[in-house]
């Protein structure tokens, strides 16, 4: 049985079979069949594979993917309060005007030259992040937070030579997942217990766990369940007393009103760029990056690209190029190089510096104010419901915070369920990764939430546990 | 454009967008809300970010823009290895729906059923074009599918309780640097198989090497220089023999769509760049999507959630990886879903007699272009003389750089005077001098031609006017970098205000 | 009471106090109010305008606009068969992607050298419609097609000296109005009747009312009423012979199939490139096209900016300019230059190119031919319908036709009300404009009409009108 | 880019995109369709039209785009008269909703509340803007505006049986040359004020042409010259003496913005160009919107519908303008509604403080680049020495075109080599040697300056280089056309086809 084509197509001009013929011909071939021919013939399909027919136009096809997503309800629809990782902010227009124009959205890995434009707007994202962190190095961004979390820690290891990471018990347990998938198998994750009334880190079990095996102590600041860890000075002064890295994980939206980690002693900082511009696409808005001093011996142990301005030979003018490139796997060590590099998330690198460009510093301290306002308004408006504690920890809240249910005598499955019918995404459920608290949940609140939405999902959840 | 730096456009005062306050009502109930931050967490200082109008900022990420050299703009054929082709509109359109950018990972299954079954569905997909039986979208580039692969081996031999003596991965010096680097990140010691004389991988050497320590056989094929190995299978049952497994590096599989696939070579793992064979954009490098496949064997350890059908609904399946050699998690949440609903929608646009054509034309117009270059004199390329190549070819241009003094990089340069990519190869230079060209389906014969011309003007150029070349690029948006401070920790400038402490001192 | 303005605001870079007081005193002022100065004081206003207050971030406004306008219902959420000078057709992703491209989108007058890119995608789309329309000149487009009309029997008057132009009974109401006052006072439009029977123009009222007064015969095909005018050549003949020009208006979706006028006699041809790639947006997306031969007589009495090729210095390098430019109210002789030019859907132009380059030959004929099966499936199935003819002319229909609900006893209006509520937008109530057809609709099926869609329309008015 | 005409990339058998196909059931009931179409009414050849692949087809257009500077990458003061300022990308985003998009407009009115709403809204903002009572947004662009107000004034002395009588409509050199060719083309003979020596509109002049004939007087404040004609009241108030109308032609309106309005100088009538003032795009020349608002009293004559709110819904307004002196119809349907949300967002964004300040930026940024300007030895402005102008003003440099032979069309090309913008003058060019510059309120201060020094830097080549001026340009897209052939009907070629036939003779 015959192979066919799909000829005329409109994404491949050289379909078109009279094209076909005369390159053939060129080639002093006479069927396409004849291509392939170092293929062994028990390798080759013998028939067209078994896929759907494809759709025979445009509108077809757009009006089949467009009956498909409407079958998604949106966070604009309803009236969300899920966060754990992937927050709803707002995403000012000229950051998706950036990143929707066809030139950074189809380069690829041009050379500084003809992408000048490309290593220009990512030397300045990392510039720009390096203000919000104040710090000096930024790479390149990583895949998400927790791959930049497991980098900066692997990087302490390296730095250290030491093989133990003591990480925060009241961390994500995807994050922690992904970080025991990456640091494995060399490299062992301890976890350091929680203050059971703040949340904070426990400084009595961290100094039990540290010892001169520690390569890092990594925690987070506001921490996963959304409050401000306030013992970071002490946590990196214990870390350092023991030879040992402090790196704090941090999320960007929060450095408008709280101190940058480099002011707490430190050494590497890491987080998600997802709050800077990027819609929460079902998850496809992840993008981590690493922060650290200007020194060699840390910037030698970034895996990542780290792009660099350098001058050309005309007297002015800025040129940019990979900072020691063969530290790299793409430079002449491969697998000698640190860790690997590759397709990452440049674009929403781009982006998180449109974002930060177009906010300044006026705007961020603004939307750090704005969030923390109206977090408390929520916390303070639920825990008038008679069995609800807006905050489970009497720590002071960033833009997350842990909902205690326990008294209500409902599951947050059942509540949930129940504000779903509202037209509220009701806060993650934590009765699974932390049974300690019952039934708790984590809602977030952002600047998108005016006055009149906590007021609706106060309401709503007023009425629902009373059902 | 002679566009500043973006800090070199601020002004003091000046705002790009204003950001919601709270409302009065809040702040007569709660406060300031910052004053509650411990004095010692509070920030003392506002970022040193720049201050500039909308306008402003719009117009230099627009001029950044103009000065991106992206498919959207140019003949793609200089990113070998890399798949660059067209991207179709449509399916952007499609991915900036609010019914994809607008929900939240965590939502309720029932609230995105939409996407999960557009999930599940190229799940499917991926498995009839690559005679896999599951499929992972978790890893969120090609050196993460790798990285997956790595782990996926080391769970397999954990639950075997040979995970300490299996302690090396296979690989080929023309196989990507991450099916080293990532595997490495694994632990293991990695094994470099070096081309024979015909460029396939030395099945002699590989002999020596395969043992009861080798965990697995991870590689191309074909490999960088487009050559296809065609005892793929002898390799293969090799590795099965002594008990191995085979990672099938299908990052770049444009040549392959329809015509052979990763289950009929003997392989048991495979993973496919979304964003390099099923079209999604490169970003300037990511977001993107190596989605990753196993036989139904080693599903149990892939990264949770799977995405499953229960015959009425779509739903986040646990319970397959719901086992202690699972490798947990690779990426937050599901992956990036816009990436994969991009790939859903050009294969609905091909099917499978589309597919084919892709691979036919890819396939033909390299070997369109790889017959034209030969003809040139200066121009050569290593190994299976006479023969087909697959999808792309690394080219040397030795005798050039032996005739004139003229290097790949400086050709380089000199491409970018016209508008045109132009890659050299991964290092180490194997090939000395090289050049990797991969036309893809994308470009037309007019466009092959126009490359070949500019290529040929630009060798002509190296024997008769070097200087010009020596100095290049004269018509780029910047002239001759001094790369020379990228290496020397005194004068590196990774960010602007670094840039602005080592140009003071 | 003094009037107050809004400080630092992102669209406006100088408006902040320190920059004016800068600016200020380089011009020896004191304060902005000592700016327009040469207003007297009596003209001046008070105090700040009554106007709502501003949205203080980007998010509130789109929060708000966005409200506003999801009280909107859509033809994407609906089914609709409204047409009647705005039709839905489908716009290929590529005609949004260039006509969203920020340099297209904000140029505006610029010349030859720095807005080149403008002047050749202008000068490309007057080609590609000349290829459509088969004659050798295109202008820059006009408002919309019944402005394009009006021009055209302008120029014609001009041309001949007369002051009559004859236009067909069974036209647009709106399009007559607007020619109408733009004809008037020095231009009378008179009406031609149809035959009951066919719908076609009247041949012996055409010949009756034409005479050598008679300026112009505007006729268009397909006609308003949907059906293809039969009679081009004769009517053209008519004209002719009596020394009046024949102008014929067109709906550019139809050229893949039907004849172009020039192939029976017409002169003059417009119509809208609506169809083309532009989306309705509420009336929105209109923009009109004139076609002539390239004779110097016609040239020369266009109105509009028309670009044309021309060599550069550099051999082989093609530059673009305005073609005959003094005849323009922009050039030398103002308004004894030809009526008027200035901004009108520029746009809209470069995007008709976009589509018909992307469409080519091939899908422009397939175009034709899918519309006009479908539309001949809906007249067919709405017949079998008791009480309902689905073409009350028996002539051929290109995408729209009357359907005839005299016999079901109800009101177009009714009928209209009760689809819309099955969620369907019934086609345009003539019973107005034509009293003569008594309770009849323009329906209008398209490309983007599936069999489903079309069977669903069926099914819904065969229950309504038993209702 | 060397960008080819399109026809030149045409190649048989690609293919842009796929249309849909009629279903297999519907050409099993009706055939092929097109069989039924007269024999002589089929198209026989089809139409020449290219053939290209969708990538081409989009590198094509991308690289236009990209040789065309908008607004958005350019810093814009060339235009003056043209007001092109910011266009905010939220307002895009909005315009760009289906909800707007995807309506038809002849809806039912219950199904297109929220884009009436906003017209409607927008309608009462222009009122307060102006002190008019009633704006209609069918007048698709500012000509179109002139001639809504021409019409009207027509309608009006229709009714009052004046008509005939009627028959001068008077305006200013100055004012924009559409002032004179609209109403001209509702049959009103012109007649033109020249200036005083201050380039206000000559009094004593207007004293002798105003009489029972003039039907109307229709002007710009400030003209082109930036210069404001402070005794307008008298004006208006000396054609309502004799039974006149008055028509503010508020194309540009950007200097008044909450400093004076229409209604307090007298004027009966005015429109305003949103895509100006009120920042919606130009977009090459339209679409656009000329708001046109009148008094209570012409309300009746505009063109139908007018939207009006019944205190629970909004809706099409027929009854006002039913009778037989409205002017009945300018565009089909209710003009550009996307410009009008457009416009709606902006005001919605600034609010009357945000006017305000635009005014009075526009007209502190104007003097500021007047100032510097005249402090340049081979500029100079006529008019009203020493004074304020409002938002722009016409340039002279006659004196270095006398110095140098170098006129302002050399002058302008030059200035394309530094990627700016400069508009010399509408014709007849009254000033000798004009430029006709306005910066708005976009440009920050540096902006200003970058644009002065650019301009002393070529106002300093045409003394020292003026060859490079003559030539030029040298690195803009094109070199210098030679435009004989444009004027000549044996060689124009206004499109591709025409051009092959004339270029083959």
Not at chain 1, 14 to 25: A, C, D, G, I
Not at chain 1, 224 to 233: D, K, R
Not at chain 1, 395 to 408: L, Q, R, Y
Not at chain 2, 104 to 120: A, C, F, K, R, W
Request: hydrophobic share 35%; with cysteine; glycine share 8%.
């Amino acid at each position: 049985m015959a192979i066919n084509g799909f000829k005329n197509h409109p994404y491949i001009p050289n379909s078109v079979p009279e094209v076909q013929e005369e390159m053939l011909r060129e080639l002093g071939l006479n069927s396409l069949e004849e291509l392939h021919e170092e293929i062994p013939d028990e390798l080759k399909l013998k028939e067209n594979m078994n896929l759907p027919k494809a759709f025979k136009s445009e509108y077809e096809l757009r009006r089949h993917v467009e009956e498909l997503l409407s079958r998604n309800k949106t966070c604009k629809e309803n009236l969300n309060f899920l966060g754990a990782g992937c927050w709803q902010h707002y995403v000012p227009a000229i950051c998706d005007e950036i990143n929707s124009r066809g030139e950074f959205l189809t380069a690829y890995g041009g050379e500084p030259y003809n992408d000048h434009g490309r290593f220009q707007a990512l030397f300045e994202y990392q510039s720009l992040v390096a203000e919000l962190v104040d710090m000096d190095i930024v790479n390149v961004p990583t895949m998400d937070w927790p791959q930049a979390a497991a980098t900066s820690v692997r990087m302490a290891s390296r730095i250290t030579g030491r093989k133990e990471i003591l990480v925060p018990r009241a961390m994500d347990r995807e994050k922690f997942l992904i970080m025991k998938n990456y640091c494995g198998p060399d490299l062992i994750l301890i976890e350091v217990d929680y203050d059971k009334e703040t949340g904070q880190l426990d400084l009595v079990d961290l100094k039990n766990k540290i010892s001169n095996k520690t390569a890092a102590v990594y925690f987070e600041n506001p921490s996963f369940l959304g409050f401000i860890e306030e013992n970071g000075q002490k946590i990196s002064y214990i870390a350092h007393e023991m030879g040992a890295i402090s790196v704090v994980g941090v999320d960007p939206s929060s450095l408008g009103v709280l101190a940058p980690p480099s002011e707490y002693g430190a050494d590497i900082i890491c987080g998600d760029l997802q709050p800077l511009g990027m819609h929460m696409n079902y998850g496809g808005g992840q993008s981590g990056f690493i922060a650290t001093r200007d020194e060699e011996k840390y910037v030698m142990e970034f895996p990542s690209r780290l792009f660099g301005i350098a001058p050309t030979c005309v007297d002015g003018e800025y040129g940019f190029g990979d900072v020691a490139y063969d530290r790299t796997s793409f430079g002449h060590h491969r697998e000698h190089g640190k860790e690997y590099v590759g397709t990452q998330s440049a674009l929403w690198g781009i982006t998180a510096g449109v974002y930060l460009a177009t906010m300044g510093p006026k705007g961020m301290e603004e939307l750090g104010q704005t969030i923390m306002q109206k977090s408390q308004y929520a916390i303070k408006r639920l825990s008038e419901i008679k069995g609800i504690k807006g905050s489970l920890f009497n720590s002071i809240s960033f833009k997350e915070f842990v909902v205690d249910f326990n008294e209500t005598g409902k599951t947050v499955k059942e509540i949930n369920r129940l504000l779903m019918e509202k037209g509220i995404f009701g806060g993650k459920d934590l009765s699974k990764d932390f049974p300690e608290f019952g039934q708790s949940a984590l809602y977030c609140v952002t600047e998108i939430h005016t006055k009149t939405d906590i007021d609706k999902l106060v309401t709503a959840v007023e009425q629902v546990i009373n059902m | 454009w002679d566009e500043p730096i973006i800090f070199e456009l601020s002004k003091k005062g000046e705002r790009g967008v204003l950001v919601p306050k709270a409302e009065e009502e809040i702040t007569a109930v709660v406060g300031d809300g910052v004053s509650k931050i411990p004095q010692h967490m509070r920030r003392k200082k506002a970022a040193n970010l720049p201050e500039i109008s909308q306008p402003r900022v719009l117009r230099h990420y627009m001029r950044l823009s103009q000065e991106t050299l992206g498919a959207d703009v140019n003949i793609e054929i200089g990113q070998g290895t890399c798949t660059v082709k067209y991207s179709p509109k449509v399916n952007e359109l499609l991915a900036r729906l609010p019914q994809i950018t607008e929900v939240h990972p965590l939502q309720d299954e029932s609230t995105v059923q939409g996407i999960l079954e557009i999930m599940y569905k190229t799940d499917l997909y991926m498995r009839e074009i690559s005679g896999m039986d599951r499929f992972t979208f978790q890893p969120s580039g090609g050196s993460q599918g790798i990285l997956t692969i790595a782990s996926v081996v080391r769970a397999y031999f954990e639950e075997r309780g040979e995970a300490d003596k299996r302690d090396e991965i296979i690989t080929t010096i023309y196989s990507h640097p991450s099916d080293a680097a990532a595997p490495a990140v694994k632990g293991y010691k990695i094994i470099y198989i070096h081309p024979d004389e015909n460029g396939h991988p030395d099945f002699e050497a590989f002999k020596t090497v395969v043992s009861e320590r080798t965990a697995a056989f991870i590689v191309a094929n074909p490999e960088d220089t487009g050559v296809y190995n065609p005892r793929i299978k002898e390799f293969t049952n090799l590795v099965h023999e002594f008990g191995g497994l085979c990672g099938y590096d299908q990052a770049n599989a444009n040549g392959l769509l329809g015509v052979t696939r990763a289950k009929e070579a003997g392989f048991d793992m495979c993973f496919f760049n979304l964003h390099k064979t099923f079209s999604t954009p490169h970003g300037c490098g990511g977001p993107a999507t190596g989605a990753t496949g196993v036989t139904k064997e080693l599903e149990k350890y892939l990264p949770a959630p799977l995405i499953d059908y229960d015959g009425s609904k779509y739903f986040l399946n646990y319970e397959i990886t719901n086992n202690p050699y699972s490798i947990g998690k690779v990426r937050l949440f599901n992956g990036v879903a816009p990436v994969v609903l991009k790939a859903y929608a050009w294969i609905m646009s091909l099917g499978s007699e589309g597919l084919y054509e892709v691979a036919k034309v890819a396939v033909l117009n390299n070997n369109y272009l790889f017959k034209k270059l030969m003809e040139i004199d200066c121009v050569d390329a290593p190994y299976i003389k006479g023969k087909q190549r697959v999808e792309q070819v690394r080219y040397t241009i030795k005798k050039l750089t032996n005739d004139t003094g003229i290097t790949t990089g400086d050709i380089q340069r000199r491409m970018m005077d016209f508008g045109m990519h132009y890659w050299t190869s991964h290092h180490p230079y194997y090939v000395p001098e090289p050049i990797t060209l991969e036309p893809t389906e994308t470009p037309s014969k007019e466009d092959l031609d126009e490359y070949i011309e500019t290529l040929k003007h630009v060798f002509n150029e190296a024997y008769e006017n070097p200087e010009i070349i020596k100095t290049a690029p004269h018509r780029s948006v910047c002239h001759k970098i001094d790369e020379s401070s990228l290496d020397n920790p005194d004068e590196w400038a990774i960010t602007w205000r670094s840039y602005l402490k080592k140009s003071k001192a």
